[in-house]
C-alpha cells in the first residue's frame, strides 16, 4: 500500500497539485486586480448575496458551533426558523465547518478562502475524473481541470458559494457512474452522491437529473455491455439518496409546509435567450448580467470547445456513441430555450435572478466530451482540428457582425471577440507545433500556460463584470459598525434574563440578526417560515410575493409591543414614544421600549375566530380585551416640491398621485407640512398602488434634522414624524431618488396622509396586555413557563408556527392547534401548570433512522458484491 502511494504520488503528485494550485493562484491574482485580497480595506468578496447573505449564514453557524444557539432552530431570524432546513441549503458541505477557525468580523476573509478552496477542489476532482477517465498525456489532464475549474459558471456564480460543491462533486459523481458500469464497483458513486446530496439539496436535484441522463446516455451507447450494471447503479442511488433524507427529508417537509407552491408556466420560450447565445457566451470574458434579464454561463475554454466538436468531427469515435451524447448535449441547448424544461431544471421554480443555474451541465458535458475526443486525436489530424478552427473563426466573425448594433448584446464587447480569435490561432500554431517537433515536453507546458492564460483573461472579464453590476464592497461597509453594534447588543444580554427582541434601524443588512446573534424581524432568505412571514404582512411588516424577504422599517409602535421589540438601534434618534436612550457606542444609540410585551400573553379562544384579528389594532384589542381607535388620520399641506411634475387621478375609489421626475437624474424633492395633535405618535402613511410592479424607488424622510432611508417597496408603509408633547406643526422633507428613466419608474403612490396614534390609548392597551403576560424562557430548541390559571384560557406567543413544534403541559404532549397557520398559541386548562415548547425539525427522526438503515444496507451490499465475487458460480455467470 505504501508503495503505492508514494509511486502514485512520485508519478501523478506534480499534475494533481497543479490542478489544485493553478486555478487558486489564477483566481488570487484575478481578484488581486480588482483590489479582493486578505485584509484588503478597498474591496471584499462580499459581492451580491455574499454581503446579505452568506457573511451573516456563515456567522451564524460559528455562533452554533461555538454554543451559542441551536443546531435545529434559531431564534434571530425573522421570529424564528427551523435552523436545520435553513443549513440544508445555505450551510451544508464538508468544508463549512472550517468556519470555526475565524471570528464573525473576519466573515469576508473567510469567504475569501472558501472560494478559493472550493475552486481549488473543483480542479482537483476534475483531474481525478480525468486521469481515469481519458487516455491522455498527463498535461492535458491539467488542462481540462483548470478549464473547468474555472469555467464562468463557477466565476460568475461565485458569490453563491454553496453552489460550487455541486461542481466538486459532479465529476465524482460521473466518474462513480463509469465505475460501476466498468469495473462493478459502486463506492465512489455511493459517497459522492450522499455527500453531494447533504451538501446541497437544490443544486443535488440538477446534477441527480443529469447523471441519471448520462448514465443512461452512456448505457445505450453499449447496451449488451452496460445492461448489467442497472441494478448496482439504482441500488447505490437509491441507498445515498435514503440516507441523505437525514437533510433532505425535514427540508422537503419544511418546503410543503410553508407553501412553496410550483412556478405557473406563462410561456413556451425562455424570456431573455435569443439566436447567438451558445456562441457569445463561447467567446472569452464575456459577461452580460446574473440578474433578471441574463443568459446562460456557458464557456469552459476554447480548446475544450474544439476538442468537443472533434468529438463529432472524427471517425473514431462510434455513430452510436456520438448520437447517444448528442442527444443529451441537444436536451440542455433546447432546455436554455424552452420554459417548461429550463423550470423543470430548476425545481419547477423561476430563479429570482442567477438564471439557468444548470448551465453548468452542459460546460461540464462540453469538456468530457472533449477529453473523449481529445484521446482520438492523433497528428495526422491536424487538418481537421484547423478545419474546425477556422469554421468557429467564421462563426465568430458572423455573429460579431451581426450583433454588432444589436442592443440586446450589446455586451459583446471588441475585445473579447479579438482576444477569442487571438487564443484560437494561439492553439492552432501550438498543435502545429506539437505535430512538427517529437519529445518536446515543453510544449506541453507551453500549453497548460496559454491555457491558464486564456482561464485568467476570462476570469478577469467574469469577476470584473460582477465588480460593475453588483460590486465588490468596501470591508468599511461589514466591519465598521461591527464592534459598536456588537456591544450594544452584549448590553442588552448582560440587562436581560427573559425574551427579548431588538432591531437595527440603520441595518449593515438584511440578517443582521444572524450575525451579531439578535432575534428580530428582518430576514431576507430562501429558507423561510412563509405562513408567519404572510401574516407579519397583513400586520404591517412588509412581505410579499414569496415572502424572501420580510422587514421590520416603517411599522407601528403596536407592532413593536406585540413583536416584543424591547430595543432599537439607531445612528439617529428612533423618533418613538416610549424609547428611551440607555446606551451609545460609536455611531450608535441604544434605546429601550418601556412599552414591549413578553413573549406570551394570556387570551380566551376568540382568537381563533374566521376574520378575528386580521390587523395590528384589532390584535391589540383583543389581547387587551379593549375596544379603542389608536388612530386619527387627517390631511398633508404639500409646502414646496422640486424636479417633479405631479397628476392626481382616481383609481376606482381611491384617491392615486403619480410623482414623475422632470430630470431622471436628479431625485424628486417634496416638502410637507402636518398640524400633530398633542400626545400623539404621527406617521405619514406612504403606499405603493401596486408593489409587484413598483420599481425600487428609495425614500429618504428628513423630521427635524433626523433621517431614515428605506426602499418603498420592501418595507412598511407608516414612516414616523416622531412623538410630540405638545400640538405642533410638522415639517418634514420627502427625497425620492432611484428613479430610473429606461424602467418608467413613475412613483405612483395613494394619496399620502397623516396617522396619529393616540399613546395614552396605546399605553391603557399596553399595560392592560402585560397584566396578562407570561414570561417563556427560552433556550436552545426549547421554550418554557410556569402559569397558574383561574379560568381556561389561550396562551398567545409571537413564535411562529411549525410543524417541528411539540407542546407538553405537565410533561404530557397536548396538540397545537393552528391559528392562522402563523404564530404558537395553546388553550390552557384552569389551574398551575409548567408548559414547555420543543423544536425538532419535522422528519429529522425518520431521517437518522434511514441514515442509518441505509448506510448499513449499503456496507451490507458491499460485502455480499465481495463474497459473490469470490463463489464461482456467480464469477462464471457474469463471466459468460
Not at 456567522?59 to 421570529?79: C, D, H, P, R, T
Not at 465547518?97 to 480542479?123: E, H, R, S, W
Not at 444609540?589 to 376574520?611: F, R, V
Request: net charge negative; with cysteine.
Amino acid at each position: 500500500m505504501k508503495k503505492k502511494i508514494g509511486s502514485f504520488i512520485k508519478t501523478q503528485g506534480i499534475f494533481i497539485s497543479l490542478s489544485v494550485v493553478l486555478p487558486v493562484i489564477i483566481m488570487v491574482v484575478v481578484y488581486a486586480k480588482i483590489g479582493v485580497y486578505p485584509g484588503s480595506e478597498h474591496r471584499t468578496i462580499l459581492a451580491s448575496d455574499a454581503f446579505s447573505q452568506y457573511s451573516n449564514f456563515f456567522a451564524s453557524l460559528n455562533n452554533v458551533f461555538k454554543g451559542e444557539q441551536s443546531i435545529f432552530y434559531i431564534w434571530n431570524s425573522s421570529m424564528g426558523l427551523n435552523y436545520w432546513a435553513f443549513m440544508a441549503y445555505y450551510l451544508g458541505g464538508i468544508f463549512s465547518p472550517l468556519v470555526v477557525f475565524f471570528n464573525n468580523l473576519q466573515m469576508p476573509d473567510f469567504l475569501y478562502y472558501l472560494t478559493l478552496l472550493k475552486i481549488g477542489c473543483i480542479g482537483g476532482a476534475f483531474w481525478v475524473f480525468s486521469a481515469q477517465t481519458f487516455r491522455l498525456p498527463k498535461w492535458s489532464h491539467v488542462i481540462l481541470s483548470v478549464s473547468y475549474a474555472l469555467m464562468s459558471f463557477t466565476l460568475a456564480y461565485s458569490e453563491i458559494i454553496m453552489w460550487l460543491d455541486a461542481l466538486m462533486y459532479l465529476p465524482l459523481i460521473t466518474l462513480g457512474i463509469h465505475r460501476v458500469m466498468d469495473k462493478k464497483k459502486p463506492a465512489l458513486l455511493f459517497i459522492s452522491y450522499f455527500l453531494l446530496f447533504i451538501s446541497n439539496f437544490y443544486m443535488a436535484f440538477m446534477v441527480g437529473i443529469f447523471s441519471f441522463f448520462y448514465y443512461f446516455t452512456r448505457l445505450f451507447t453499449d447496451r449488451e455491455r452496460y445492461g448489467k450494471s442497472i441494478t448496482m447503479y439504482f441500488i447505490t442511488s437509491l441507498l445515498a439518496g435514503g440516507a441523505s433524507m437525514v437533510m433532505i427529508l425535514p427540508t422537503i417537509l419544511d418546503l410543503r409546509n410553508n407553501g412553496e407552491a410550483l412556478s405557473t408556466i406563462t410561456r413556451l420560450k425562455t424570456q431573455t435567450t435569443g439566436p447567438w447565445d451558445l456562441v457569445i457566451k463561447n467567446m472569452i470574458g464575456v459577461y452580460d448580467s446574473t440578474k433578471l434579464y441574463s443568459t446562460p454561463f456557458i464557456y469552459v475554454g476554447l480548446l475544450g470547445l474544439l476538442f468537443c466538436l472533434f468529438f463529432f468531427l472524427t471517425k473514431k469515435i462510434p455513430r452510436q456513441t456520438k448520437l447517444c451524447f448528442a442527444g443529451l448535449l441537444i436536451v440542455l441547448i433546447v432546455s436554455f430555450y424552452i420554459e417548461p424544461l429550463n423550470l423543470l431544471w430548476q425545481g419547477l421554480h423561476v430563479p429570482n435572478m442567477f438564471n439557468f443555474r444548470f448551465s453548468f451541465l452542459f460546460s461540464f458535458l462540453v469538456l468530457t466530451l472533449a477529453g473523449y475526443g481529445w484521446e482520438k486525436y492523433e497528428k495526422e489530424d491536424f487538418d481537421q482540428l484547423v478545419t474546425l478552427v477556422l469554421g468557429l473563426l467564421g462563426a465568430y466573425l458572423v455573429v460579431r457582425l451581426l450583433t454588432n448594433n444589436d442592443g440586446k448584446y450589446s455586451y459583446l464587447s471588441w475585445f473579447s471577440f479579438v482576444l477569442t480569435l487571438v487564443f484560437l490561432m494561439f492553439y492552432l500554431f501550438s498543435f502545429f507545433f506539437i505535430k512538427k517537433i517529437k519529445g518536446q515536453k515543453w510544449l506541453g507546458a507551453l500549453l497548460v500556460l496559454i491555457v491558464c492564460l486564456e482561464a485568467g483573461l476570462n476570469g478577469y472579464g467574469i469577476i470584473n463584470g460582477i465588480a460593475v453590476e453588483w460590486h465588490y464592497p468596501s470591508r468599511s461597509y461589514y466591519a465598521d459598525p461591527y464592534e459598536s453594534i456588537e456591544t450594544l447588543v452584549n448590553q442588552t444580554k448582560e440587562d436581560n434574563t427573559s425574551f427579548y427582541r431588538m432591531e437595527n434601524l440603520n441595518p449593515v443588512s438584511a440578517n443582521d440578526g444572524f450575525n451579531y446573534g439578535y432575534s428580530g424581524i428582518n430576514m431576507f432568505s430562501s429558507i423561510r417560515n412563509r405562513h408567519s412571514s404572510y401574516y407579519l404582512n397583513a400586520l404591517g411588516y412588509r412581505s410579499l410575493g414569496t415572502n424572501l424577504n420580510v422587514r421590520y422599517a416603517n411599522n407601528t409602535l403596536l407592532m413593536d409591543s406585540l413583536t416584543a421589540i424591547k430595543y432599537n438601534m439607531a445612528r439617529e434618534d428612533v423618533l418613538k414614544f416610549g424609547y428611551q436612550k440607555i446606551g451609545e457606542h460609536g455611531d450608535f444609540s441604544l434605546y429601550e421600549n418601556k412599552n414591549a410585551l413578553p413573549l406570551g400573553i394570556l387570551t380566551d379562544d376568540g382568537i381563533y375566530e374566521d376574520g378575528a384579528v386580521e390587523t395590528q389594532a384589532t390584535l391589540l384589542n383583543h389581547l387587551a380585551e379593549t375596544n379603542e381607535d389608536f388612530f386619527t388620520f387627517d390631511d398633508l399641506e404639500l409646502v414646496s416640491a422640486k424636479n417633479v411634475d405631479i397628476e392626481k387621478d382616481k383609481i376606482n375609489v381611491t384617491d392615486v398621485v403619480t410623482y414623475t421626475p422632470q430630470n431622471w437624474d436628479e431625485p424628486i424633492e417634496l416638502e410637507w407640512a402636518v398640524d400633530v395633535p398633542a400626545k400623539k405618535q404621527a406617521y405619514v402613511s406612504i403606499y405603493p398602488v401596486d408593489y409587484f410592479t413598483f420599481g425600487i424607488p428609495v425614500i429618504k424622510l428628513e423630521v427635524d434634522g433626523v433621517g431614515y432611508e428605506s426602499s418603498v417597496a420592501e418595507t412598511g408603509q407608516y414612516y414616523s414624524l416622531g412623538y410630540h408633547e405638545q400640538a405642533k406643526k410638522v415639517t418634514f422633507k420627502m427625497t425620492i431618488s432611484n428613479l430610473r428613466e429606461d424602467e418608467k419608474d413613475v412613483f405612483q403612490i395613494v394619496q399620502p396622509d397623516a396617522a396619529f396614534l393616540d399613546t395614552d390609548k396605546f399605553v391603557n392597551a399596553v399595560e392592560k396586555a402585560k397584566e396578562k403576560g407570561v414570561d417563556l424562557e427560552v433556550t436552545g430548541r426549547r421554550a418554557t413557563a410556569e402559569v397558574d390559571l383561574d379560568e381556561d384560557q389561550v396562551l398567545f406567543t409571537s413564535i411562529p408556527y411549525d410543524k417541528g413544534w411539540k407542546a407538553y403541559i405537565d410533561g404530557k404532549r397536548v396538540d397545537i392547534p393552528t391559528f392562522k397557520q402563523a404564530l404558537l398559541t395553546l388553550p390552557i386548562s384552569a389551574g398551575k401548570h409548567t408548559v414547555e415548547f420543543v423544536f425538532l425539525p419535522e422528519g429529522l427522526i425518520i431521517g437518522v433512522v434511514l441514515l442509518i438503515l441505509c448506510i448499513a444496507g449499503f456496507i451490507g451490499y458491499l460485502w455480499w458484491l465481495k463474497q459473490k465475487a469470490k463463489d464461482p458460480y456467480w464469477k462464471d455467470s457474469t463471466e459468460e
